[in-house]
Protein backbone atom coordinates (compact mmCIF):
# COMPACT_ATOMS: atom_id res chain seq x y z
CA UNK A 1 0.00 0.00 0.00
CA UNK A 2 1.80 3.20 -0.95
CA UNK A 3 1.93 5.82 2.05
CA UNK A 4 0.44 9.04 2.24
CA UNK A 5 3.07 11.48 2.40
CA UNK A 6 3.41 14.42 5.27
CA UNK A 7 4.77 16.99 6.26
CA UNK A 8 4.92 18.50 10.05
CA UNK A 9 5.07 21.95 10.54
CA UNK A 10 5.92 22.72 13.99
CA UNK A 11 7.64 20.73 17.05
CA UNK A 12 6.27 22.49 19.81
CA UNK A 13 4.79 20.11 22.71
CA UNK A 14 1.97 18.66 20.35
CA UNK A 15 4.68 18.94 17.28
CA UNK A 16 6.76 16.60 18.50
CA UNK A 17 4.37 14.09 19.36
CA UNK A 18 2.79 14.24 15.48
CA UNK A 19 6.29 13.15 14.33
CA UNK A 20 6.28 10.23 16.47
CA UNK A 21 2.96 9.41 15.96
CA UNK A 22 3.37 10.21 11.75
CA UNK A 23 6.62 7.71 12.26
CA UNK A 24 3.94 4.88 13.79
CA UNK A 25 1.28 5.35 11.66
CA UNK A 26 1.22 2.39 8.88
CA UNK A 27 0.18 4.51 6.11
CA UNK A 28 1.68 7.88 6.53
CA UNK A 29 4.86 9.13 6.00
CA UNK A 30 6.80 11.90 6.84
CA UNK A 31 8.67 13.93 3.73
CA UNK A 32 8.97 17.51 4.82
CA UNK A 33 9.36 19.50 8.26
CA UNK A 34 9.38 23.15 8.71
CA UNK A 35 9.59 24.70 11.59
CA UNK A 36 10.55 28.63 12.85
CA UNK A 37 13.68 28.00 15.37
CA UNK A 38 16.73 29.03 13.63
CA UNK A 39 18.53 26.89 15.75
CA UNK A 40 16.28 24.06 14.55
CA UNK A 41 17.21 24.36 10.81
CA UNK A 42 18.86 21.59 9.56
CA UNK A 43 18.31 19.14 12.59
CA UNK A 44 16.76 15.71 12.15
CA UNK A 45 12.62 15.56 12.56
CA UNK A 46 13.65 11.96 14.74
CA UNK A 47 16.32 14.15 16.91
CA UNK A 48 13.81 16.83 17.44
CA UNK A 49 10.86 14.20 18.21
CA UNK A 50 13.05 11.83 20.46
CA UNK A 51 13.32 9.10 18.66
CA UNK A 52 15.46 7.63 16.14
CA UNK A 53 16.92 9.92 13.31
CA UNK A 54 14.18 9.85 10.17
CA UNK A 55 16.27 11.20 7.94
CA UNK A 56 13.88 14.50 7.24
CA UNK A 57 15.85 17.58 8.03
CA UNK A 58 13.58 20.63 9.68
CA UNK A 59 13.92 23.76 7.39
CA UNK A 60 12.48 27.44 7.44
CA UNK A 61 12.26 27.57 3.76
CA UNK A 62 8.49 28.16 3.39
CA UNK A 63 8.81 27.99 -0.46
CA UNK A 64 10.44 24.70 -0.54
CA UNK A 65 7.92 23.23 1.52
CA UNK A 66 5.20 24.30 -1.00
CA UNK A 67 7.29 22.76 -4.02
CA UNK A 68 7.53 19.44 -1.86
CA UNK A 69 5.22 16.60 -3.41
CA UNK A 70 3.29 15.79 -0.49
CA UNK A 71 -0.43 14.46 0.06
CA UNK A 72 -0.82 16.53 3.76
CA UNK A 73 0.41 18.87 6.06
CA UNK A 74 -0.18 18.42 9.49
CA UNK A 75 -0.22 22.38 10.68
CA UNK A 76 0.12 22.30 14.35
CA UNK A 77 1.99 26.29 14.57
CA UNK A 78 0.47 27.71 17.91
CA UNK A 79 -1.89 29.86 15.99
CA UNK A 80 -3.57 29.77 11.79
CA UNK A 81 -1.70 31.92 10.04
CA UNK A 82 -4.90 32.18 6.93
CA UNK A 83 -2.39 33.03 4.29
CA UNK A 84 -0.40 29.92 4.82
CA UNK A 85 -3.05 27.44 4.75
CA UNK A 86 -4.41 29.06 1.71
CA UNK A 87 -1.32 28.51 0.06
CA UNK A 88 -0.46 25.11 0.65
CA UNK A 89 -4.06 24.15 -0.07
CA UNK A 90 -3.84 25.62 -3.11
CA UNK A 91 -0.20 23.59 -3.75
CA UNK A 92 -2.48 20.67 -3.83
CA UNK A 93 -1.53 19.64 0.11
CA UNK A 94 -4.59 18.99 2.25
CA UNK A 95 -4.20 20.47 5.82
CA UNK A 96 -5.06 19.13 9.74
CA UNK A 97 -4.60 21.49 11.79
CA UNK A 98 -4.98 21.88 15.65
CA UNK A 99 -4.43 25.47 15.28
CA UNK A 100 -7.89 27.03 15.55
CA UNK A 101 -10.06 25.95 12.37
CA UNK A 102 -11.93 23.85 13.50
CA UNK A 103 -15.36 25.28 12.37
CA UNK A 104 -14.54 28.45 9.81
CA UNK A 105 -18.12 28.66 9.42
CA UNK A 106 -18.34 30.24 12.89
CA UNK A 107 -16.19 33.34 11.15
CA UNK A 108 -18.11 33.86 8.69
CA UNK A 109 -19.04 33.61 4.81
CA UNK A 110 -15.67 35.45 3.83
CA UNK A 111 -13.24 33.11 5.75
CA UNK A 112 -15.38 30.27 4.09
CA UNK A 113 -15.21 31.53 0.70
CA UNK A 114 -11.44 31.79 0.66
CA UNK A 115 -10.89 28.38 2.58
CA UNK A 116 -13.09 27.05 -0.41
CA UNK A 117 -11.70 29.11 -3.47
CA UNK A 118 -8.43 27.41 -2.34
CA UNK A 119 -9.51 23.92 -1.98
CA UNK A 120 -10.89 24.14 -5.06
CA UNK A 121 -7.99 25.50 -6.90
CA UNK A 122 -5.91 22.52 -5.24
CA UNK A 123 -8.24 20.08 -4.88
CA UNK A 124 -7.56 19.36 -1.40
CA UNK A 125 -9.75 19.34 1.90
CA UNK A 126 -8.93 21.26 5.42
CA UNK A 127 -9.80 20.12 8.61
CA UNK A 128 -9.56 21.42 12.26
CA UNK A 129 -9.07 18.92 15.38
CA UNK A 130 -7.51 18.25 18.70
CA UNK A 131 -8.22 16.87 21.60
CA UNK A 132 -10.16 20.49 23.81
CA UNK A 133 -11.55 22.17 21.07
CA UNK A 134 -11.48 18.71 18.88
CA UNK A 135 -12.99 15.94 20.82
CA UNK A 136 -14.27 16.38 24.41
CA UNK A 137 -16.24 19.36 23.30
CA UNK A 138 -17.49 18.69 19.94
CA UNK A 139 -17.12 14.58 19.06
CA UNK A 140 -17.96 13.73 22.51
CA UNK A 141 -21.17 15.44 23.68
CA UNK A 142 -22.53 14.96 19.50
CA UNK A 143 -21.48 11.08 19.83
CA UNK A 144 -23.20 10.70 23.35
CA UNK A 145 -26.62 12.87 21.90
CA UNK A 146 -27.38 10.09 19.89
CA UNK A 147 -28.53 8.37 23.14
CA UNK A 148 -31.15 11.06 24.44
CA UNK A 149 -34.39 11.18 23.61
CA UNK A 150 -34.45 14.73 25.11
CA UNK A 151 -31.41 17.21 25.71
CA UNK A 152 -32.02 19.76 28.16
CA UNK A 153 -28.13 21.03 28.44
CA UNK A 154 -24.72 19.84 27.64
CA UNK A 155 -22.06 20.44 30.00
CA UNK A 156 -18.43 19.84 29.04
CA UNK A 157 -15.43 20.40 31.50
CA UNK A 158 -11.79 20.38 31.70
CA UNK A 159 -9.54 20.89 34.25
CA UNK A 160 -6.09 21.02 33.36
CA UNK A 161 -2.69 21.17 35.70
CA UNK A 162 -0.41 23.63 34.25
CA UNK A 163 2.86 22.92 35.90
CA UNK A 164 4.58 20.53 34.03
CA UNK A 165 3.86 22.47 30.65
CA UNK A 166 6.91 24.39 29.65
CA UNK A 167 5.45 27.09 27.38
CA UNK A 168 6.41 30.61 29.10
CA UNK A 169 4.29 31.79 25.61
CA UNK A 170 0.93 30.35 27.41
CA UNK A 171 1.31 30.23 30.48
CA UNK A 172 2.94 33.72 31.68
CA UNK A 173 2.06 35.05 28.09
CA UNK A 174 -1.65 33.90 26.92
CA UNK A 175 -3.29 32.91 30.50
CA UNK A 176 -1.23 35.40 32.41
CA UNK A 177 0.01 32.88 35.29
CA UNK A 178 2.55 34.26 37.80
CA UNK A 179 1.33 37.85 36.89
CA UNK A 180 -0.83 40.47 38.64
CA UNK A 181 -4.33 40.40 37.43
CA UNK A 182 -4.29 43.80 37.61
CA UNK A 183 -1.86 44.00 34.63
CA UNK A 184 -3.16 41.03 32.86
CA UNK A 185 -6.12 42.96 32.67
CA UNK A 186 -4.69 46.43 31.23
CA UNK A 187 -2.69 44.02 28.82
CA UNK A 188 -4.69 41.38 27.14
CA UNK A 189 -2.46 38.81 25.40
CA UNK A 190 -2.96 40.35 21.55
CA UNK A 191 -4.34 36.45 20.49
CA UNK A 192 -6.43 35.93 23.73
CA UNK A 193 -9.70 36.37 22.61
CA UNK A 194 -8.69 34.22 19.22
CA UNK A 195 -7.76 31.65 21.71
CA UNK A 196 -11.39 31.73 23.67
CA UNK A 197 -12.48 31.88 19.96
CA UNK A 198 -11.72 28.26 19.64
CA UNK A 199 -14.21 27.46 21.96
CA UNK A 200 -17.08 29.38 20.60
CA UNK A 201 -16.45 27.16 17.60
CA UNK A 202 -17.35 24.24 19.23
CA UNK A 203 -20.59 25.57 20.28
CA UNK A 204 -21.09 26.73 16.98
CA UNK A 205 -20.48 23.15 15.75
CA UNK A 206 -22.35 21.54 18.71
CA UNK A 207 -25.67 23.45 17.72
CA UNK A 208 -25.46 22.94 14.02
CA UNK A 209 -24.74 19.23 14.92
CA UNK A 210 -27.67 19.17 17.50
CA UNK A 211 -29.78 21.11 14.40
CA UNK A 212 -30.75 23.97 16.91
CA UNK A 213 -30.31 27.70 16.17
CA UNK A 214 -27.58 28.91 17.84
CA UNK A 215 -28.41 32.75 19.39
CA UNK A 216 -25.36 33.83 21.30
CA UNK A 217 -21.97 33.05 23.23
CA UNK A 218 -22.03 34.54 26.59
CA UNK A 219 -18.05 34.34 28.19
CA UNK A 220 -17.10 34.90 31.63
CA UNK A 221 -13.42 34.90 32.64
CA UNK A 222 -11.79 34.34 36.10
CA UNK A 223 -8.70 34.60 38.18
CA UNK A 224 -7.81 32.65 41.13
CA UNK A 225 -4.93 34.31 42.93
CA UNK A 226 -2.44 32.11 44.88
CA UNK A 227 -0.82 33.32 48.79
CA UNK A 228 1.96 31.35 48.40
CA UNK A 229 3.09 31.17 45.15
CA UNK A 230 4.86 28.01 42.72
CA UNK A 231 7.51 26.92 40.86
CA UNK A 232 6.48 25.63 37.59
CA UNK A 233 8.31 24.68 34.36
CA UNK A 234 7.88 27.25 32.64
CA UNK A 235 8.71 29.64 35.66
CA UNK A 236 8.02 31.18 39.02
CA UNK A 237 4.54 32.27 40.03
CA UNK A 238 5.37 34.76 42.70
CA UNK A 239 2.77 35.47 46.07
CA UNK A 240 -0.07 37.68 44.74
CA UNK A 241 -0.51 36.68 41.45
CA UNK A 242 -2.57 34.52 39.13
CA UNK A 243 -2.67 30.94 39.50
CA UNK A 244 -5.80 29.63 38.06
CA UNK A 245 -8.21 30.60 35.77
CA UNK A 246 -11.28 29.56 35.37
CA UNK A 247 -13.30 30.25 31.40
CA UNK A 248 -17.43 29.48 31.09
CA UNK A 249 -19.06 29.93 28.36
CA UNK A 250 -22.81 29.38 27.04
CA UNK A 251 -24.44 28.69 23.98
CA UNK A 252 -27.69 30.17 23.95
CA UNK A 253 -30.75 28.56 22.39
CA UNK A 254 -34.59 29.87 22.80
CA UNK A 255 -33.20 32.34 25.47
CA UNK A 256 -31.66 29.53 27.34
CA UNK A 257 -28.37 27.52 27.91
CA UNK A 258 -28.11 24.48 26.55
CA UNK A 259 -24.37 24.18 25.50
CA UNK A 260 -21.72 25.13 28.24
CA UNK A 261 -18.02 24.65 28.34
CA UNK A 262 -15.92 25.56 31.37
CA UNK A 263 -12.02 25.32 31.59
CA UNK A 264 -10.20 25.33 35.36
CA UNK A 265 -6.77 25.67 34.67
CA UNK A 266 -4.51 26.02 37.27
CA UNK A 267 -0.72 26.41 38.20
CA UNK A 268 -1.26 26.63 41.59
CA UNK A 269 -3.35 24.61 44.57
CA UNK A 270 -3.55 27.27 47.62
CA UNK A 271 -6.39 29.69 45.55
CA UNK A 272 -9.67 29.05 48.09
CA UNK A 273 -13.22 28.13 48.20
CA UNK A 274 -14.16 27.10 44.54
CA UNK A 275 -10.74 26.43 43.14
CA UNK A 276 -9.94 22.72 42.69
CA UNK A 277 -7.34 21.01 45.31
CA UNK A 278 -4.51 18.37 44.37
CA UNK A 279 -7.19 15.55 45.36
CA UNK A 280 -10.30 17.11 43.40
CA UNK A 281 -9.46 15.06 40.33
CA UNK A 282 -8.21 11.57 39.93
CA UNK A 283 -5.55 12.57 36.93
CA UNK A 284 -3.50 15.85 36.57
CA UNK A 285 -5.88 16.39 33.43
CA UNK A 286 -9.89 15.47 32.75
CA UNK A 287 -12.88 15.99 30.96
CA UNK A 288 -16.22 15.25 31.73
CA UNK A 289 -19.42 15.63 29.52
CA UNK A 290 -22.59 15.75 31.52
CA UNK A 291 -26.01 15.98 29.17
CA UNK A 292 -28.94 16.72 31.17
CA UNK A 293 -32.11 15.08 29.91
CA UNK A 294 -34.15 12.26 28.66
CA UNK A 295 -32.15 10.29 29.98
CA UNK A 296 -29.19 12.16 31.55
CA UNK A 297 -25.64 10.95 31.16
CA UNK A 298 -22.20 11.96 32.02
CA UNK A 299 -18.66 10.37 30.50
CA UNK A 300 -15.63 11.61 32.26
CA UNK A 301 -12.43 10.35 30.83
CA UNK A 302 -8.22 10.74 31.61
CA UNK A 303 -5.12 10.39 29.38
CA UNK A 304 -2.39 8.96 31.48
CA UNK A 305 0.95 7.16 30.17
CA UNK A 306 -0.43 4.61 31.92
CA UNK A 307 -3.27 3.48 34.42
CA UNK A 308 -1.66 -0.09 34.91
CA UNK A 309 2.35 0.13 35.15
CA UNK A 310 3.82 1.40 38.56
CA UNK A 311 6.62 2.68 36.77
CA UNK A 312 4.86 4.70 34.35
CA UNK A 313 5.80 8.46 33.61
CA UNK A 314 4.62 11.29 35.74
CA UNK A 315 4.23 13.60 33.68
CA UNK A 316 0.68 16.37 33.85
CA UNK A 317 0.95 17.26 29.92
CA UNK A 318 3.22 15.12 27.80
CA UNK A 319 -0.10 12.31 27.72
CA UNK A 320 -2.52 15.23 26.27
CA UNK A 321 -0.03 16.58 23.99
CA UNK A 322 -0.05 13.01 22.79
CA UNK A 323 -4.23 12.73 22.29
CA UNK A 324 -4.10 16.23 20.45
CA UNK A 325 -1.40 15.24 17.86
CA UNK A 326 -3.13 11.96 17.63
CA UNK A 327 -6.63 13.45 16.67
CA UNK A 328 -5.28 15.18 13.65
CA UNK A 329 -2.53 12.82 12.63
CA UNK A 330 -5.29 9.70 12.57
CA UNK A 331 -7.59 11.96 10.63
CA UNK A 332 -5.06 12.76 7.34
CA UNK A 333 -6.05 9.62 5.71
CA UNK A 334 -9.55 10.47 6.07
CA UNK A 335 -9.03 13.95 5.08
CA UNK A 336 -7.08 13.27 1.95
CA UNK A 337 -9.37 10.46 0.43
CA UNK A 338 -12.42 13.65 1.10
CA UNK A 339 -14.32 15.37 -1.37
CA UNK A 340 -12.38 19.08 -1.54
CA UNK A 341 -13.34 21.39 1.08
CA UNK A 342 -13.86 22.59 4.68
CA UNK A 343 -14.44 19.18 6.17
CA UNK A 344 -15.46 19.35 9.71
CA UNK A 345 -16.52 15.78 11.92
CA UNK A 346 -20.24 16.96 10.66
CA UNK A 347 -18.59 15.85 7.43
CA UNK A 348 -16.51 13.42 7.70
CA UNK A 349 -17.03 9.54 8.63
CA UNK A 350 -16.64 7.81 12.21
CA UNK A 351 -12.39 8.29 12.50
CA UNK A 352 -10.28 5.76 13.89
CA UNK A 353 -6.91 5.02 14.66
CA UNK A 354 -3.91 2.20 13.84
CA UNK A 355 -2.63 0.28 16.75
CA UNK A 356 1.30 0.26 16.74
CA UNK A 357 2.20 -2.98 18.40
CA UNK A 358 5.93 -1.82 18.56
Not at 139 to 156: A, G, M, Q, Y
Request: some cysteine.
Amino acid sequence: MKKLRVIQYATGGAGRQAIRGIAAHPQLELVGLLVHDKAKVGRDAGELAGIAPLGVSATDDVEAILKLDADCVAYMALWNDVDLVCRILESGKNVVTTAGLLYPKFFGQELVDRLEASCRIGGTSVHGTGINPGFSGEVLPLTLSVLNRRIERIFVQEFADYRTYDSPEVNHGLLGFGRPVDEVLANKHPNFDLAMQFFHQSIAMVADGLGVALQRIEQTVDYGITPGGAKIASGPIPPGTIGGMKVRFSGIVAGQPLILIELTWVAAYDLGPGWPGPDDASNDTQWSVTIEGDPSLRCTFEQSSSFERADHRESHTEPAMICTAQHAINAIPYVCTAAPGIRTFLDLPLMAGRPNWN
